[in-house]
């Protein structure tokens, strides 16, 4: 079990310890929040490639005092202009893996440059150094990856750039090998010269979009060469006495702020933490949240999405009022996949930024682009074909995500920076870690370091379980059961469950930080 990190005037977590570092050596260097947490991202995407890489995508929260707000960017990809049911005829369901599935323009690249341009300090090689140091003199395979790569040896065997960029002879990497990924480092030092566009209109994007044509897939250079991220304003919402802050759709973090806000209708003075009534009720709110995401969900630029409705005070009010303390409602569960990566960074300035990036499933699409070392999200194969779908496949559009980094604020400064890998997971255990710090005033450590749950899918299996942490004890599991509750106990400290991190700056101007057991991870502040 891991103690809290405390810091005087800066701090950074994220899953992966190199990453975590690497941040912190940016902040050494002069560099702000905002430096560092491009340096966290790269880096994730070179030593964690299992859950994160340049062929994926992130979302955004950054807050500078300067500007005293809160401003989003949504780094999400489209699909492209070939993107179409008809180019899917006779197949019930889009293919989850393979070229396929590489359906959206990756849109983390773009990120990166989009936040240095408005916010940084330092050149993009500079905070790309890292992250080209380990992919090209060697990182040490972490658990997770072992772990992971272990699971989808398969998948990765059946393409021949895969294999060679994760896999040994065939076999997998024992966890402490030292790794190099030199396709990646090479893609890397061309972005670090070059810049954003040498990848979506550069030599960078004609090595990966040839290597998609060849391989039957769909996306063009047209496609990468007309991709922009946008900055967003973000959704907002309170518990308690916290402003709290989510991205807006496409992302699922409206979620977020709905379960709060119906759980504010809720005294947990009179409900022992991890209690039955504790598990039993933050799930429930869960669930009511789910369906209206579930219905709506998708690229606002395709349909009007009622977020207002959502958010609204008195709707809350009315979903809270819908939750049953004996019983637990029936609801079906999506498949959304769960591997994703969550970091933030706070600086002796008090810029603050939270963010998580994913290939969506454990490795993406499978799929790596040729000698480039990058490896592809199938984050559109999440897009229905039936027309009728809110989410159904269009071109140019975005599809439901999972991604939703969270900023809350206190008086107007920030508060509390959180977030965890898992798609379904996300909401529940950003819930998990707010009432956690708010109502039983632990820290964010001690909250990161208590039984989790996590409802519905689990590495993109359709689900209505409620899997628990076998430390919540049987009494615990037996009394959800009886309230209908399709229990089944997991590990003690299982990876399903997320992993989280989180930032807390307390009333004397520290900065605590708490980082995931589950997980590679540290917390780094002085």
């Given at each position: 079990m891991r103690q809290v990190s405390i810091g005087t005037k800066t701090m950074v977590v994220s899953p992966h310890a190199l990453a975590s570092a690497a941040g912190a050596r940016i902040l050494e260097k002069g560099g702000n929040a905002f430096d560092a947490a491009v340096a966290v991202s790269s880096t994730l995407a070179v030593v964690y490639p299992h859950m994160t890489g340049l062929g994926g995508d992130s979302f955004w929260l950054l807050y500078s005092p300067g500007e005293g707000a809160v401003r989003g960017y949504n780094g999400s990809g489209r699909s492209g202009y070939k993107a179409s049911p008809e180019a899917y005829a006779g197949e019930q369901a889009i293919p989850t893996r393979g070229i396929r599935s590489v359906l959206t323009v990756p849109g983390m690249v773009d990120s990166w440059s989009a936040i240095l341009r408005e916010y940084g300090t330092l050149p993009l090689g500079d905070v790309l150094e890292p992250a080209m140091t380990y992919a090209g003199g060697g990182y040490p395979v972490s658990r997770s990856q072992y772990a992971n790569?272990?699971?989808?040896?398969?998948?990765?065997?059946?393409?021949?750039?895969?294999?060679?960029?994760?896999?040994?002879?065939?076999?997998?990497?024992?966890?402490?090998?030292?790794?190099?990924?030199?396709?990646?480092?090479?893609?890397?030092?061309?972005?670090?010269?070059?810049?954003?566009?040498?990848?979506?209109?550069?030599?960078?994007?004609?090595?990966?979009?040839?290597?998609?044509?060849?391989?039957?897939?769909?996306?063009?250079?047209?496609?990468?060469?007309?991709?922009?991220?946008?900055?967003?304003?973000?959704?907002?919402?309170?518990?308690?006495?916290?402003?709290?802050?989510?991205?807006?759709?496409?992302?699922?973090?409206?979620?977020?702020?709905?379960?709060?806000?119906?759980?504010?209708?809720?005294?947990?003075?009179?409900?022992?933490?991890?209690?039955?009534?504790?598990?039993?009720?933050?799930?429930?709110?869960?669930?009511?949240?789910?369906?209206?995401?579930?219905?709506?969900?998708?690229?606002?630029?395709?349909?009007?999405?009622?977020?207002?409705?959502?958010?609204?005070?008195?709707?809350?009010?009315?979903?809270?009022?819908?939750?049953?303390?004996?019983?637990?409602?029936?609801?079906t569960a999506e498949p959304l996949g769960s591997d994703t990566a969550y970091a933030a960074v706070v600086d002796g300035d008090g810029n603050a930024v939270s963010f998580i990036q994913s290939l969506y499933f454990e490795f993406g699409s499978g799929v790596t682009a040729g000698e480039t070392g990058i490896l592809l999200q199938n984050r559109g194969s999440?897009?229905?074909?039936?027309?009728s779908s809110?989410?159904?496949?269009?071109?140019?559009?975005?599809?439901?995500?999972?991604?939703?980094?969270?900023?809350?604020?206190?008086?107007?400064?920030?508060?509390?920076?959180?977030?965890?890998?898992?798609?379904?997971?996300?909401?529940?255990?950003?819930?998990?870690?707010l009432t956690r710090i708010v109502d039983y005033r632990m820290d964010p450590q001690e909250a990161i370091n208590e039984p989790r749950w996590v409802w519905g899918r689990t590495w993109g299996e359709a689900s209505t379980e409620l899997k628990m942490e076998a430390r919540v004890g049987e009494q615990v599991l037996s009394g959800l059961a009886a309230m209908g509750h399709e229990v089944r106990k997991i590990g003690d400290w299982d990876a399903l469950t997320g992993h989280a991190q989180a930032i807390l700056l307390d009333a004397h101007g520290f900065r605590i930080g708490g980082s995931d057991p589950r997980s590679d991870g540290a917390a780094i502040g002085w």
């Open positions: 790569t272990k699971l989808c040896a398969g998948l990765l065997a059946a393409n021949p750039y895969s294999a060679a960029a994760y896999l040994r002879g065939g076999g997998v990497p024992p966890a402490g090998t030292r790794w190099i990924q030199s396709g990646l480092a090479q893609s890397l030092r061309r972005i670090a010269s070059n810049g954003r566009d040498e990848f979506y209109r550069g030599g960078l994007a004609r090595d990966i979009t040839s290597y998609i044509r060849k391989s039957g897939g769909l996306l063009l250079a047209d496609d990468f060469a007309d991709h922009e991220g946008n900055w967003v304003t973000p959704l907002t919402g309170s518990y308690r006495d916290l402003e709290l802050y989510q991205l807006p759709p496409n992302s699922q973090g409206f979620t977020g702020i709905v379960i709060a806000q119906m759980l504010e209708h809720f005294d947990f003075n009179s409900i022992p933490h991890g209690s039955v009534a504790f598990y039993h009720v933050l799930v429930e709110a869960v669930k009511l949240a789910f369906r209206d995401r579930n219905l709506e969900l998708t690229d606002p630029d395709f349909r009007n999405i009622p977020v207002e409705r959502f958010l609204d005070k008195a709707y809350c009010r009315e979903l809270a009022g819908r939750i049953s303390r004996d019983s637990a409602a029936p609801l999440f897009f229905s074909l039936d027309e809110a989410n159904r496949l269009e071109p140019r559009k975005r599809t439901f995500h999972t991604l939703m980094p969270a900023l809350a604020l206190k008086d107007e400064k920030p508060y509390l920076l959180y977030g965890s890998m898992g798609g379904e997971g996300q909401p529940q255990t950003q819930t998990a870690l």
